[in-house]
Structure formats: C-alpha cells, structure tokens
C-alpha cells in the first residue's frame, strides 16, 4: 500500500513540527492519523520539502540514545501511476479510433474502457505544443512560441524554458514518484543540445530520473541519434538483441518503456511511476517495417478525395464528430484524385501505404507498454493519457510528396517525379527520408480545414485524445466534448496524484499554470465546460475561443509555399465561427456578426499581452537572421580541432561549413597492415560531407541529398604508405557575402601535395539533416558514401593525431 510520509510525530512535538508539516502540504495526514480535526494545507507547497527534523534522543552513547532515521518522500495515498502518451502529426482523421482509415486498435481499447474528447487542442506546432505539456503553462509563456531552431531573442519565443515553468515530472518526482521520458526531446535549445551541456534544459535536468530518446525534431527511425540520459549511445540492437537489420527506433523506444516499468515494479511496487512516452511518429520519415507496408497495400487506391469522405462518414457513425456536422471542402490549390493519371495514383497510394504501416506500427508498440503494465497489476489504478499528435497532420511533404524532407522543404533542392517513382518500392525503409504529398494531409484532419502549423484552424489545432483510469473513470467508452487545451493535462495529472502546484521549485518562484483540471468531466458528460478562453498563435496566424466561439485569421499560404514579406497585423482577415453548432469551423459568420468579431478579436490582444505572445513574428526568415543573435558555442570562431573518437556532436554545435570556404586537415598514422575508415563526417546520406580512406586512398565525398546527381567524390590515386600523413581538403567557395548555396572547387592533398580535385555547382544553404552529427574516426548515423554502409561505423583503423576545421 502506498502512503504518504508520516513522521513519528507526538502531541508534544507537534508544534515543533508544525512549520515543516504546513510547508509539506502533510498537516491532513498527521491530523488524521492522531484523530485530531483535519489543518488544511497551504494552497501550494514548496519543493523541496524541508528536511525533516530529528525525532529520536541523543545520549552519551548510543545505548542511552534513539535513533530516527529520515525517512523519503512518499506519494499521496492511493496515487495512481501515470502513463502519458503523445504521438507526432497525426490528424484528427488519421486513427480508427476517431474514424481514420488507419487501425489503432491500443488507442481503441483504451477509449473503450475510458473516454474519448473531441474538442481537445494543441498549438499547431512541436516544440509548442510539448513545452505547454509538460508544464501546463501556454507555450508562450513557457518560452517556446515556436520550435527551438527558429526562436527570437523576446521572453515568449527565446526556447529557453523559464525555471519558474517547473514540469509534471519535477513536481511528481519530489512528491515520491519515479519518473522517465521515452522518445523525441525537442524542447533543448541548439546551442544547447552537445556535450557540453549544459544539461538544466535536458529531462534529467527537468525532473526526469531517466531518458532515452532523441533531442530534436525528428530522427531517422532506422539509423537514430540517441541519447540515454545526457550520453550519445550506439541503439541498434536494442535491448533483445535483435540484428542490426531488424532495428527500428519505434520498437526500441518501447522495450526501453516496458523495461523500465518492469523493473521499477520490481524494486519498487508501492512507488507510482510517471513515464512520458513520446514516439518519432508519424513526422518524418516516414519508416516502417515492410511487413507492416505491406499490410496496407491497395487499401488506399480509392484516393484522397474518398478516403476523406469515408472517414467523415464513419465519424458520425461513432458518434466522435456530431450529427450536424459539416465536411469541409477541399482547397483550391489541392488536385482533385481523379485528375491524376495512374502512375502519380500508384506513387500517391504507396506513400499513404506507407504512412499509415508507420502510425499503425507505432500504435503497436504503444500497445505492448500498455501491455507491461497490465502485467504489473497496476493497470487499473494508472491513469493513462493518449495524445494523438501534437498537432494536425503534417503539409511539408509539399503537392507530390519527398523522398527527403529536409532537402526539399529546407534547403530548396528537387525532385522530379520520374525520381520518386522510380524509388517507390524503397521508401519507408533507411534508403530515404519520405514524406507523403499534403492532400493526404488533408484526408487525415477530417473533416477539418487546414493543416500543422495554422493556429487559426482546428486542422492544426484539433486532435483526438482518450483519458483511462480504470479505478477512477467508471463511465467507459464514453465522449467528451468539452473544449480543453494542452495545457490542462498537467493541473488534471496534479488533481490525479492529490498533489498541488508548488508554489516555488527549488528555490524558483513558480509562475501560474495557465492550464485547467480536465477531472470534472469524468463524472459528468453533461458538465459544463471550464475552459471558458483560450488563444492560438503560430507565425501571425492567430485564434481565439470565448464561450463557444471562434475567432481566426485566414492562412496566407500553405507550409510549402514561398514566405510573403513585409506582413503586419492587418495582413490577414479574421473568420468567426460559433463552434458549439460548427463543430468544422465551415460556416464563416464575420459578415454577419462583425460586432462579435471585433469583441473576440480585441480578447485576442488581450490575451497576447498576458501570455508573452508579443511581439508579433510573420515570418521564418526573421528567425534564420536571428541565429547571429543566439548564445552559440562556435559563433566567432575560425580554428577547430577534433581527436579520434569525438562523435554526436550536433549540427548547431558544429563548425559552419555552409556558404564559406574552409579547410580541413587530418594528421594521421597509418599502420603497416594498411588503412581504411572514416576520418571525420558530418551529416549522411541525404546530405553532408566525409574525409575518409577506402581501400588505402583518401576520398572526399559531399552531397546535397541522396540522388547520385546531386554530390562529387574526389579520390587519391594512391595508396597512402605506412607512417604519419597529413591530408588536407580544401574548399573555395564560389558565391559571394551573404549568397548561400553557391557552388566551388575542393582540392585534396597528401602531406602538402595535390592529388586531387574537383567542382561542384551548388552546395547545401542551410541544414544538412535534423539528427545526423559530426564524427571523427567513425560514422554514426547513415553512411556517406554507400560503399562502406554494410561496415558502419567504419571506424578509421589507423590513428588520428588530431582534425583541424578553419574557416576562410
């Protein structure tokens, strides 16, 4: 049985107590067990608790004396564990469970025996969306106005999460609980995220006791950059051992979760647990096994335009969207699916195909961690929470879908459709980093309009969640539809574990949490809403709800489309909406009703002015301009120097070898036995760089993503002889100040002499990949060159004296 700590307190020394037991929030339980008439506590305690004070006698020797050991911090009584679960750009439509067409039959067994919410928001975005998550304050005011690459030097947008913002975990971990994150961490600012720490902003510095995941937007499902706690570590294998072939991060992040559980059921049975599980999917990549891929093959030949349809028309058979609903209509600028010819429908199809194996894999894997829970015995006193995304569905795989994300959306590079149907067969697996076409998007947010990224439309802020606690919620299989936000998932785990929001963490006065407890609906479906207000914003696009209606900008333009400039305020029109008879947001009242549009309109202001929002930011490129304003670890420095065996060291945190010429120079020893292996690399296979030996000849390769015609290799023609060599690469770079993506001539040389050389016409501008890092003596991550991928990591078998980076 859990129980709270109680102290062997007597009437006598009660009052010498007393100022520890008010701080503690524990005066009740003392009361309690001495039958006394209960003290309440103070409306919010401050963690730590104080050290509890010494009980026992002190004599001479310790045959006059009594001992009184402290005795920890228990979690209140009864305090379930909590399971909080949250999934990546996954659309209101995508899953079964609110009517999607994609099978996700954990998420429906745990609706069956919970309650499923219909009106549940995000904020359009990651990073966002996961900092108001974890500390139920809204993202501005948790510092994290968008994702961490793109923030501003102004208190809502800087990504450095304000310590009076303590987390779920924090609280719950000094309130008796054993807590852990499993997945992606995108909420550690760039400058940040290497080995160099510092740490504050990681989980382990976030009150997390344990993580294994990934720091960053997304990660390569087959080939992960992975962090255990605040250590790069080698996962392919996993914990069962299986053949590197077999690995999938998915399945790795789950048995890490069910080991965990297990054995902290083993060491610890009457101590809850708190897990944040927080998988890849589905942002891209989008990988998933091909048994998996092939479980869906034909299963979306009928196309976007019908799969829409057939989910809205499941929707109201489920009762999930309600009866008067309406779907809203395909945009414009989206193909219609009958006026694409058979060869673009196969692509399209197959993308979906693989899209769906993805979410359903994940959903699988979600279920076996439910799964270890249930053999623990504590299935029915843990409250378990099923995010499905953090925000809509996902537009930047742009009208014809990637094989690389980045490349494409990021650095402005192409594809020509002949190129993607020609890889087809291979994508979902670790040969490419694919995204499906936006229509598809658009299937999965119905019935809603727009997409991730637009605060102003529920396609980006609406996603489906289910709540279960078997001990507690007896009304099973049952809808909400209440409006409710992110940012009242914390204050409902707090009312859950019966205990309160501290009113200072570790020193840190705490700043109000903005987010409201969601238990009230457990009991009653026909309870009236307490989220009365709340707003939306993500780059200008603006949302506001009040009392049942809805107030948003109109989006200028889709994710993939070219950035307007010189916007303002007054750029974009305001729609309204009275949601509580337009569950879609499908009938536009602003002609109508211009005098509730203004009232809501000028709450919107309010609003920002309280949270954080301004000042106000239109536009990405503001964001690229800021990165000379950033704390950085490598801003104004020239000269670099790496030893063998330095690896995982982020592209934020690394030299900037775009736009520049640069020089890098290895001083190696080569054994009599010959040399092979990697030298130093940054990024992989879609895009990057590597100084490496093959067969005894030094080699540069460089590419701007995975096509053959978009790289160059330059080899020595000789062997290199036993003994010490240096090799230098040098790169002139062809553009002029401030022109990015220019092109420029590479010369290899050995010990001061030229042996090779080379052009190129264009160069990666802005990123070489979100997850892939800069190694030396080896190559984590994907290879790049695939001539030694059957070998990764490739480790250099000489020895590297040291690398030098200078940029010119």
């Known amino acids: 049985m859990r129980k709270r700590l109680l102290l062997p307190v007597s009437l006598v020394a009660l009052g010498g107590v007393l100022g520890w037991l008010a701080a503690s929030g524990r005066v009740n339980d003392i009361f309690a067990q001495e039958n006394k008439p209960a003290i309440q506590p103070p409306p919010a305690p401050t963690l730590p608790y104080p050290d509890p004070p010494f009980h026992g006698t002190i004599g001479r020797t310790t045959a006059d004396s009594k001992s009184d050991f402290p005795q920890p911090v228990h979690a209140p009584k009864g305090a379930p564990n909590v399971l909080l679960i949250m999934t990546d750009d996954v659309g209101f439509g995508a899953s079964s469970t609110f009517g999607g067409a994609i099978p996700t039959p954990t998420f429906d067994k745990l609706a069956a025996r919970g309650l499923k919410y219909n009106r549940f928001h995000t904020t359009a975005l990651c990073s966002p969306t996961r900092a108001a998550l974890i500390s139920g304050r809204n993202h501005h005011n948790s510092h994290t106005g968008m994702i961490m690459e793109r923030s501003l030097g102004y208190p809502g947008y800087d990504s450095v999460m304000p310590k009076s913002c303590g987390t779920i975990a924090e609280t719950l971990r000094q309130n008796g609980y054993s807590t852990a994150w499993f997945g992606k961490n995108h909420n550690v600012p760039g400058w940040q995220s290497s080995a160099a720490g510092p740490f504050d902003l990681w989980p382990t510095g976030l009150g997390f006791e344990y993580f294994y995941g990934f720091i960053g937007g997304d990660v390569n499902q087959w080939d992960p950059t992975i962090f255990e706690n605040t250590s790069p570590v080698e996962p392919k294998g996993g914990l069962t051992g299986k053949a590197k072939a077999d ?84 945009p414009d600028n989206l193909p219609a699916w009958d006026s694409l010819d058979a ?133 099973a299989g049952g809808l ?96 309204l909406y009275h949601i509580n008879e337009d569950f879609t947001q499908a009938k536009n009242l602003a002609k109508e009703k211009p005098e509730k549009l203004k009232e809501l309109e000028e709450l919107w202001w309010a609003e920002a002015g309280r949270n954080n929002v301004l000042p106000m930011n239109f536009s990405p490129q503001a964001t690229v301009a800021a990165i000379f304003e950033r704390p950085s670890l490598t801003r104004g420095r020239k000269q670099f120097e790496y030893h063998q065996g330095t690896v995982r060291i982020p592209e934020g945190t690394a030299p900037a070898l775009k736009n520049t010429s640069f020089a890098i120079t290895a001083h190696i020893d080569v054994p009599t036995t010959g040399v092979e292996g990697v030298i130093v690399t940054q990024g992989g296979r879609f895009a990057g760089w590597g100084l490496a030996v093959l067969d005894g000849k030094p080699i540069w390769a460089y590419k701007r993503t995975q096509q053959k015609k978009d790289g160059i290799r330059i080899t020595g023609p000789d062997k290199l002889t036993p003994g010490k060599h240096t090799i230098t690469l040098d790169f002139a770079y062809a553009g002029k100040a401030k022109e990015v993506g220019k092109g420029g001539n590479y010369v290899l040389a050995v010990d001061g002499k030229k042996v090779a050389e080379g052009a190129i016409e264009a160069t990666t501008p802005f990123l070489y990949s979100i997850d892939e890092t800069l190694d030396v003596g080896e190559d984590r991550g994907t290879p790049i060159m695939e001539d030694y991928a059957d070998r990764m990591p490739f480790r250099f078998n000489g020895k590297i004296d040291k690398v030098t980076i200078e940029l010119k």
Request: proline share 6%.
């Open 247 to 330: 690995y999938h991060l998915d399945s790795d992040l789950s048995d890490h979760a069910i080991r965990w559980i297990q054995d902290q059921h083993s060491l610890a049975p009457d101590k809850p647990f708190f897990a944040y599980y927080v998988p890849g999917a589905t942002h891209a990549p989008h990988h998933a096994p091909k048994e998996w891929i092939a479980k869906f093959k034909g299963q979306f030949d009928q196309g976007w335009d019908k799969v829409r349809e057939e989910t809205f028309s499941r929707q109201k058979k489920l009762g999930v969207v309600p009866q008067n609903a309406v779907l809203t209509p395909r």
């Open 480 to 575: 909400r539809d209440l409006f409710h936000h992110i940012i009242d998932i914390a204050p409902t785990i707090y009312e859950s574990a019966g205990v309160q929001a501290p009113a200072s963490i570790n020193g840190v006065k705490q700043a109000p949490i903005d987010g409201t407890s969601m238990a009230y609906t457990w009991d009653d479906a026909k309870a009236k809403g307490r989220r009365i207000t709340q707003y939306f914003e993500m780059f200008g696009n603006r949302g506001i709800y009040h009392d049942g209606w809805f107030a948003g900008t109109t989006p200028l333009l889709f994710a993939w489309e070219p950035e307007p400039k010189g916007l303002t305020p007054s750029s974009f029109t305001w729609e």
């Open 343 to 475: 060869k673009h429908k196969e692509l399209y199809a197959r993308m979906m195909e693989v899209y769906a194996a993805f979410l359903a894999f994940t959903d699988h894997n979600i279920g076996r961690v439910i799964d270890a829970v249930e053999k623990t015995g504590e299935l029915d006193n843990t409250l378990i929470i099923y995010i499905q995304g953090d925000n809509g569905g996902s537009a930047e795989g742009t009208l014809q879908g990637t094989a690389n994300e980045l490349a494409v959306l990021g650095n402005g590079e192409t594809e020509t459709f002949d190129f993607l149907y020609s890889v087809k067969d291979e994508l979902g697996g670790p040969l490419h980093y694919n995204h499906f076409p936006v229509p598809w998007t658009w299937a999965m947010n119905a019935p809603m309009q727009w997409t991730k990224r637009y605060a102003s439309h529920f396609g980006g802020i609406r996603n489906g969640m289910v709540m279960s606690w078997p001990k507690r919620i007896k009304n």
